[in-house]
């Protein structure tokens, strides 16, 4: 189920680039990825661990670090540039039109104040002063509609278990009613229970303001349920993005179906086995297609060439030769889906190979 | 009944791979401390400065540093190199033949209070409880103390003493920042992967704490070592300003007394205070910059960002 | 804050004061050749040039006891010294010390609270700007010759601000407390205040230049710590001002391991100024100290030594009372 689109998109990324400088030479944290995000909707970003997820929303907020550096790319916030704005504006624009949920949210409050002034401080800077009485009263409705008790307000953080801290980040996300709020792993740190009450709350939030939502979990299953369109990242580049039912039911990108594949499947109760072999570390990553030294369909002209995009429908792109250039695969036959083909079939997947799609 | 077979699989293994994080560590930052300007001008100071002071013994005669050896306040001219005081010692030789002996009085210092150090800081870091508690309470309220002053009441008992046994005295307090340091690390130790490990796998505690919590306390024990010594040149230069120190061999901080007592300020006879100064401060400067390096080495995100 | 916390503190301010007259009386005894009764023999000796020496003498051989068993007379001098009784100076005899020490510690706590104070708050925020990304390089220029200036002691400087400002320069009077011919007796008029404070200047540099590198250091070291934290990322994604952020994000948590650190340089202080305070011949405990050791007066030695000990300890009271309000992780922990 793809959301329809109103208008323009909301967000829209061009061409981004993000590099580490490290002493060993630059990280191509994110290496050149494109995709836009339509207002209401949920997007999902999955990818294995390392791969530049937390990198393109920091991106998006402007707060990269040293030695990281935004390199290049476009990235239009209702079709204006924010990589333009000066400093001073770039701030009156976070929180107050993106909001974050950072990922280490169990040491995301400052330990030293109180929930209320923490919430207050976001209030105060975006909205100009608040008489105390309103302000309270506004802390006491966000944290109520994140189903905690007033009380909270006057808390520190440590007085406070993980989920209630997880929701105190989510009441503050939500504040100043952003247009679009981000959730880097939201649950990561929860227990099961937890995590997917939290995640109906942050749902539920999101859809009472209207407002867009990156979701990066490490947990695919959630990411199924909740987002609408998701996005595959590879070592810093975006390799497939799709509607949600449509990229776990036949992804075309052959990370994603080994992603996909890997995933546990809930008919058969069965543990699907990782992806054979390592992400590639990205000081000194392979050449081109960056899969191929795991990828079961790798031909040399992957090595040679970089796979482009390609658009399979309009809501579905993926970045691999096996899709923009079949003709290549032609000597390869049919034994190369070995490894694959046989994880697929156990998990029940059924993901056809960009073969069949032809 | 998995304990029957965990000793003979255990401790060749799954220890070793874990202490090689720490050596693999090591490799690195030996690389590291290479390119550490501040270790290796640290380093070339107090090593230039000791050299100075050993080799110069051997060349300038001693009797030159003893009472009426020469004029009396002279300026600093071919003949003296660095002037004389107000009783002719010809302050040259005497910043020779001082400075071995305040670094001296350091050293022994600096050793003696470290390798306490250690073995409380150890203790208690590793055994935690009641032993800690006491250990760390003490360590605490001798560096509270001010040691300065129990020294100066002990030195003002025992006067005229030589520099070792200052030394010794020095050292009753200089135990109490290595003990904190260490301490503090070993506790962090403990509760890292290899030390649990190599528990298991049927290791002592004294193995454990010889084998695998040593090693990586290096860098600590080192910069608690240059603290240590720095301290205690700071508490007898410090003793001796006061008029408490040991008085016949030639010292720094006898020699920078003598001056303040002199009024060598206010004669203006700056060939008499500067040399002492300058010499204890390269000594001061060069342990801070070593001790500055330790810290980058143990703290990485300290370094020096690459551009 | 919990009872327990308070008691601790409590527990420790004691252990503080026994540990150090604990030493001050086991130091004399340890001495080769029983220096009290060779001190007293000296007394003796020295009879004719002081006043009721005899008088003295005797207090001396009582207090001490020293005919006592060694616990006896520990008992004795510990009772003593808590009513504040440390005895009679040899030198200012029928002054006790206590009259002595009283005289001068307004002075020393004086220099030493303000410079503190002065030299922790600058420290403190020199250390987080040197690390904060909107401080300018020539901010960070300075600051790094401040913090180059740690390791030399407090007396080495003192010794250079004498030769430089004091007595190359004559921006500054060298010694003393206020201009000679005016007298405390005259009352703390607004003038005298000037003139005290005038003459506190050089020694209060030389405090403040020598212990602000340490305290830039420290700093530095936890707030990069700090800025490497969860919550200051959030603080920049909320779109605070920067300024908010350095104060109350980034410093406010920085400081709470100085404020610790606090408590155990104090002693390293107290030691420093009282050579500073010889070097300048200001009147305080240091000057009277140095007087005491030239002239063999072992009760104010011992007296001195110990008042300063007991206010750094009241000091580190007021400090460990102070920080459950600063870290509220300490106000509820109720162990
Ligand atoms: N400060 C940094 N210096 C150098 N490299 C960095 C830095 N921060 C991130 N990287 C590198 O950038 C890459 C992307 O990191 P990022 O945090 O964006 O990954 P992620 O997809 O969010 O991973 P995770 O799922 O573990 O959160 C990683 O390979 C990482 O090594
Ligand atoms: S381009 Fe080649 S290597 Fe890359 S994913 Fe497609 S088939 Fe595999
Ligand atoms: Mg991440």
Redesign the interface.
């Known amino acids: 189920m793809t959301v329809a689109i109103e208008s323009a998109p909301l967000l829209q990324i061009e061409n981004l680039r993000v590099y580490y400088w490290t002493q060993a030479g630059p990280v191509k944290a994110v290496d050149d990825i494109s995709f836009t995000i339509n207002p209401k909707e949920r997007f999902g970003f999955i990818g294995e661990s390392g791969c530049g997820k937390t990198t393109t929303i920091m991106a998006i907020?402007r707060?990269i670090k040293r030695p990281g550096r935004i390199e290049g790319g476009k990235i239009l916030l209702k079709g204006s540039d924010i990589l333009t704005l000066s400093d001073e504006e770039m701030?009156?624009?976070?929180?107050?039109r993106i909001?974050?949920i950072?990922?280490?949210?169990?040491?995301?409050?400052?330990?030293?104040?109180r929930v209320q002034d923490q919430i207050a401080?976001?209030i105060v800077?975006?909205r100009g002063a608040v008489p105390i009485r309103e302000l309270r009263e506004r802390i006491g409705d966000l944290l109520e509609t994140v189903q905690l008790s007033a009380e909270v307000a006057d808390m520190?953080p440590?007085?406070l278990s993980g989920g209630m801290k997880q929701r105190v980040?989510i009441a503050?996300a939500t504040a100043l009613e952003p247009e679009l709020i981000i959730a880097d792993e939201p649950t990561s740190a929860l227990d099961v229970v937890v995590q997917k009450a939290v995640m109906e709350t942050l749902i539920g939030v999101q859809e009472r303001l209207n407002a867009s939502m990156i979701l990066i979990g490490h947990d695919m299953g959630m990411t199924a349920q909740v987002a609408d369109r998701v996005g595959v990242m590879y070592a810093g580049k975006l390799v497939e993005v799709a509607g949600t039912r449509e990229l776990f039911r036949q992804p075309q990108h052959p990370y994603s179906q080994a992603l996909i594949s890997s995933l546990p499947s809930i008919r058969e109760k069965k543990r699907g086995g990782g992806i054979p072999g390592l992400p590639p570390f990205l000081l000194n990553p392979p050449q081109n297609c960056l899969f191929h030294p795991r990828c079961p369909h790798a031909v040399a002209f992957c090595q040679e060439t970089p796979p482009p995009m390609h658009r399979i429908r309009t809501s579905h792109m993926a970045a691999c030769h096996l899709l923009s250039a079949p003709e290549q695969f032609d000597s390869a036959g049919e034994s190369d889906g070995g490894v694959l083909g046989a994880t697929k079939a156990a998990a029940g997947a059924e993901a056809p190979s960009g073969h069949q799609t032809r | 009944m998995t304990t029957a077979f965990m000793p003979e699989t255990g401790p060749e293994t799954a220890p070793a791979e874990e202490s090689s994080i720490g050596t693999r560590g090591l490799r690195a930052s030996v690389r590291y401390w290479l390119g550490n300007w501040k270790l290796s001008l640290g380093l070339a100071m107090i090593i230039g400065l000791t050299g100075f002071s050993i080799f110069g013994s051997y060349i300038v005669d001693f009797d030159l540093t003893k009472v009426a050896a020469g004029d009396f306040n002279a300026r600093p001219s071919e003949k003296y190199l660095l002037g004389t005081d107000n009783v002719g010692r010809d302050v040259w030789a005497l910043i020779i033949h001082g400075i071995h002996p305040s670094l001296k009085v350091g050293l022994i210092a600096g050793v003696l209070g470290t390798a306490v150090g250690v073995v409380l800081g150890v203790v208690g870091g590793y055994y935690g409880g009641s032993t800690d508690a006491v250990i760390s309470?003490?360590a605490?309220?001798?560096?509270?103390?001010?040691?300065?002053?129990?020294l100066?009441?002990?030195a003002?008992?025992?006067r005229t003493t030589t520099l070792e046994f200052t030394a010794l005295v020095i050292a009753i307090f200089a135990w109490a920042g290595p003990t904190r340091l260490i301490r503090s690390q070993t506790l962090s130790l403990r509760e890292r992967a290899f030390v649990p490990l190599a528990k298991l796998s049927g290791q002592s505690d004294f193995e454990i704490a010889i084998k695998q919590i040593l090693p990586n306390l290096l860098p600590y024990i080192m910069a608690g070592f240059v603290g240590a010594v720095?301290g205690a040149i700071?508490?007898l230069?410090?003793i001796q300003?006061?008029?408490?120190g040991p008085l016949f061999t030639p010292n720094l901080g006898m020699i920078?007394q003598a001056a303040?007592e002199g009024a060598a300020?206010?004669r203006g006879m700056?060939w008499w205070?500067v040399p002492p100064?300058a010499a204890?401060?390269i000594i001061?400067?060069s342990?801070?910059l070593i001790s500055?390096a330790l810290?980058e080495l143990a703290?990485p995100?300290?370094r020096e960002r690459a551009k | 804050m919990s009872l327990t916390y308070i008691l601790r503190r409590l527990g420790?301010f004691f252990?503080?004061l026994w540990?150090?007259s604990t030493?001050?009386f086991v130091?004399?005894r340890l001495?080769?050749g029983d220096?009290i009764a060779a001190l007293i023999g000296e007394m003796e000796e020295q009879g004719a040039t002081v006043e009721n020496s005899a008088e003295l003498i005797n207090l001396f051989r009582e207090r001490f006891g020293l005919d006592d068993p060694l616990p006896i007379q520990y008992l004795k001098y510990m009772a003593a010294l808590a009513r504040f009784d440390l005895g009679y100076s040899i030198r200012f005899f029928p002054a006790t010390v206590s009259q002595i020490v009283a005289a001068a510690l307004p002075y020393t706590i004086g220099l030493l609270t303000a410079t503190s104070l002065i030299t922790f708050v600058l420290g403190i925020l020199a250390g987080a700007l040197l690390v904060w990304h909107s401080t300018p390089q020539f901010g960070r220029a300075v600051i790094t010759f401040f913090m180059?200036l740690?390791?030399?002691?407090y007396?080495?400087l003192a010794?250079?601000f004498?030769?430089v400002l004091a007595?190359s320069l004559g921006w500054f009077p060298y010694s003393g407390v206020v201009s000679v011919g005016r007298l405390a007796e005259e009352g703390f008029d607004f003038g005298y205040i000037v003139d005290l404070v005038y003459h506190s200047l050089l020694p209060a540099f030389s405090i403040i230049i020598a212990g602000v590198g340490g305290w830039v250091?420290g700093m530095?070291?936890m707030m990069?710590?700090v800025l490497?934290?969860?919550?200051l990322?959030?603080?920049?994604?909320?779109?605070?001002?920067?300024r908010?952020i350095f104060l109350?994000?980034a410093m406010?948590?920085a400081i709470?391991p100085q404020f610790t650190a606090l408590?155990?340089t104090?002693?390293?202080v107290?030691?420093?100024a009282?050579?500073v305070e010889?070097?300048f011949s200001y009147p305080g405990m240091g000057l009277r100290?140095?007087e005491a050791?030239?002239s063999?007066d072992?009760p104010v030695?011992?007296g001195?030594?110990f008042f300063?000990?007991v206010s750094?300890?009241v000091a580190?009271l007021i400090i460990d009372l102070i920080y459950p309000w600063?870290?509220?992780?300490i106000t509820?922990s109720r162990k």
């Open positions: 907020l707060l701030r009156q624009s976070r929180w107050s909001s974050l950072p990922q280490g949210a169990m040491n995301s409050l400052n330990p030293v104040m401080d976001a800077t975006h520190y440590h007085e980040c503050m | 309470t003490m605490d309220i001798f560096l509270t103390i001010p040691s300065l002053l129990i100066v009441v002990l003002s008992y025992i720095s700071l508490a230069v410090g300003i006061l008029g408490l920078l303040y300020i206010f700056w205070w100064t204890l401060m001061f400067i342990l801070f500055l810290d703290n995100r300290l | 420790i252990l503080i540990v150090a030493l001050n130091i004399p001495a080769p220096p180059m740690a390791p030399i002691p007396y080495l010794i250079i004498v030769s007595f250091l530095r070291g990069v710590t490497g934290e969860d919550y990322t959030l603080a920049e994604a909320k779109g605070l001002k920067d908010r109350r994000y406010r948590n709470l408590a155990i104090l002693g390293y107290v030691s420093g009282t050579i010889l070097i100290l140095f050791i030239n063999n072992f030695i011992q001195i030594t300063l000990v750094i300890a580190i600063l870290d509220p992780r509820y």
